[in-house]
T-cell receptor
Framework: AQKITQTQPGMFVQEKEAVTLDCTYD???????LFWYKQPSSGEMIFLIY??????QNATEGRYSLNFQKARKSANLVISASQLGDSAMYFC?????????????FGSGTQLTVLP | GAGVSQSPRYKVAKRGQDVALRCDPI?????LFWYQQALGQGPEFLTY????????KSGLPSDRFFAERPEGSVSTLKIQRTQQEDSAVYLC??????????????FGSGTRLTVV
């Protein structure tokens, strides 16, 4: 079974500063993918970034980067130059990349508040 | 359409009432997922379709929950004899291919179900 742990229920960051959201995972599968989603108050889950378990380099997408440490089973999200619009709930998720299972397993989320 | 559309946006049901939640995925998307998100929690997988075939329904919490996608496009999640513990946001997501893409799934804004 797969499990995602997000230990920070809430985080605050000053506008224009960087923030790291923690995510650890547990799986016995050798091949998997890790995702981060943003959920604003409107409710829609917005895909941010993906990291494959065999990817050699950490993923980056604009202001988002994923600090992937495979041996520690961690996949922290780094948001640089925070903006007020970044205030939202952030979810870490994982999925097998082999076999028939296609669903994402989500963590409990971190509520990020960006302060002006 | 441009995104995944879910209706109704909000639903209040009396305990024991049957409800039907609709999901219109992005046109041409092969994979469709239903998730249940309790207040303050991450989404939990309910069921997965590839075209009209329901390939995984392991997350459905009881036989009161039923999902269908008869023509491989629109999907309906039906909950019979609703109970208070069914109160949650029900999210639908779709993916262009078989669900193994590294760009994540496109989620709808969800249906918030409140059972009173």
């Amino acid at each position: 079974a797969q499990k995602i742990t997000q230990t920070q229920p809430g985080m605050f960051v000053q506008e224009k500063e960087a923030v790291t959201l923690d995510c650890t995972y547990d799986t016995s599968d050798p091949s998997y993918g890790l995702f981060w989603y943003k959920q604003p108050s409107s409710g829609e889950m917005i895909f941010l970034i993906y990291q494959g378990s065999y990817d050699q380099q950490n993923a980056t997408e604009g202001r988002y980067s994923l600090n992937f440490q495979k041996a520690r089973k961690s996949a922290n999200l780094v948001i640089s130059a925070s903006q007020l619009g970044d205030s939202a709930m952030y979810f870490c998720a994982m999925r097998k990349t082999s076999g028939s299972a296609r669903q994402l397993t989500f963590g409990s989320g971190t509520q990020l508040t960006v302060l002006p | 359409g441009a995104g995944v559309s879910q209706s109704p946006r909000y639903k209040v049901a009396k305990r024991g009432q049957d409800v039907a939640l609709r999901c219109d995925p992005i046109s041409g998307h092969v994979s469709l997922f239903w998730y249940q998100q309790a207040l303050g929690q991450g989404p939990e997988f309910l069921t997965y379709f590839q075209n009209e075939a329901q390939l995984d329904k392991s997350g459905l919490p009881s036989d009161r929950f039923f999902a269908e996608r008869p023509e491989g496009s629109v999907s309906t999640l039906k909950i019979q004899r609703t109970q208070q513990e069914d109160s949650a946001v029900y999210l639908c997501a779709s993916s262009l291919n078989d669900g193994l893409a590294n760009y994540g799934y496109t989620f709808g804004s969800g249906t918030r179900l409140t059972v009173v």
